[in-house]
């Protein structure tokens, strides 16, 4: 006669309700760690969260304390509140740098919305050459701004400026035309070569909007008798509007805060009268030495930076639900 088995169910499930070991836990635990989302976030995000807070949030706050200060080169300073913003707001100079900024960006950023749309438009054609001719539109844009600005400076020079002598020869002009040499011609001269410098930039991206217009709306706009002109305003130039205002945007912020081009083209002068506020801000601060009025100049920029971008986004805002 068999015996029967001892221990039966009850003594299989004594056995699987043993808790497991440590060591079969430990693994489990660790690859909960390493598959979740919030820790990989927190790791994508350190390197950037840390050149951020090194390379533009630090020096941001620095620049705040400097022109709360009167600290200058061999000089920690103390705090003066907003005494260098008063300074600076009195000078005389500075409200001509501050009038050059507006009408230097203003005019540069039309100029270029409106060249470098025509642009757009005409490349966005077919014809013979177009990659190539697309390609060779991001020259200006991609030499670096002090080769191509020392270019435009032997151009515009006064004893060797090539333009002075093709209009001379031409019979355009009888003496020389001061482009540098007098500062409303020099502004000008800078808001040309900033057009020329940029010009690409829109035209590029305006011309990535215009492809994803569907070719259907102008053939429905031209059966139904609109024009060349009617077919821009009413069937392309509403659909690039939200490309046109983020365009605009980094154009404005670019603009505003240029520095390299007027500070290789003119300097400056003739007689700081073409100083915008970046330029000034690095005269009075570094040239100068006086670190905290030169910061506090500087910061005249980002409260019209922030209300002209707040107003330009607002309104992108607005277009997209409408």
């Known amino acids: 006669m068999k015996k ?15 808790p497991r070991s440590g060591a079969s836990s430990s693994p489990a635990g660790l690859t909960r760690f390493l598959e979740s989302e919030r820790l990989l976030a927190a790791l994508l995000l350190a390197p950037t969260i840390t050149l951020l807070g090194v390379f533009i949030a630090y020096p941001f706050v620095m620049g705040v304390w400097l022109s709360l200060s009167s600290t200058s080169v061999g000089n920690i300073g103390h705090f003066v509140g907003i005494k260098n913003f008063a300074k600076a707001w009195n000078d005389s100079i500075f409200q001509q740098a501050f009038r050059n900024t507006f009408v230097y960006t203003f005019w540069a950023t039309l100029f270029k919305l409106a060249l470098g749309m025509y642009l757009a438009v005409l490349l966005n054609r077919n014809f013979r050459g177009k990659r190539l001719v697309r390609a060779s539109m991001l020259l200006p844009f ?3 701004t002090v080769l191509s600005t020392f270019a435009w400076r032997w151009m515009f020079d006064p004893t060797f400026s ?7 020869r031409s019979g355009a002009i009888v003496t020389k035309v001061p482009f540098l040499s007098d500062g409303v011609y020099g502004l000008w001269c800078a808001i040309v070569v900033n057009t020329w410098r940029g010009m690409p930039f829109f035209a590029i991206t305006l011309l990535a909007g215009l492809q994803t217009i569907s070719p259907d709306l102008h053939e429905a706009a031209s059966l139904d008798g ?3 002109w009617k ?7 509403p659909l690039l509007k939200p490309v046109t205002v983020v365009v605009v945007v980094f154009s404005v912020i670019q603009t505003f805060s240029d520095f390299q081009l007027i ?7 003739p007689a700081n009268s073409t100083h915008l506020l970046a330029t000034y801000a690095y005269q009075i601060g570094v040239a100068t ?7 506090a100049i500087s910061l005249f920029m980002l409260p019209v930076l922030f209300v002209v971008v707040w107003v330009q986004l607002r309104y992108l805002r607005r277009l997209e639900g409408a």
Do not use: D, K, Q
């Not at 090539?162 to 001379?168: G, I, K, R, S, T």
């Not at 500070?263 to 002068?269: A, R, S």
């Open 226 to 228: 609109a024009n060349g």
């Open 142 to 144: 991609i030499v670096p």
């Open 4 to 18: 029967p088995i001892s221990g039966g169910a009850g003594s299989v499930a004594g056995v699987a309700t043993l």
């Open 162 to 168: 090539v333009l002075n002598w093709l209009l001379y």
């Open 263 to 269: 500070y290789v083209l003119t300097g400056g002068g």
């Open 231 to 237: 077919r821009f305003w009413y069937v392309t130039w």
């Open 289 to 295: 030495g006086l670190l905290g009025e030169g910061a």
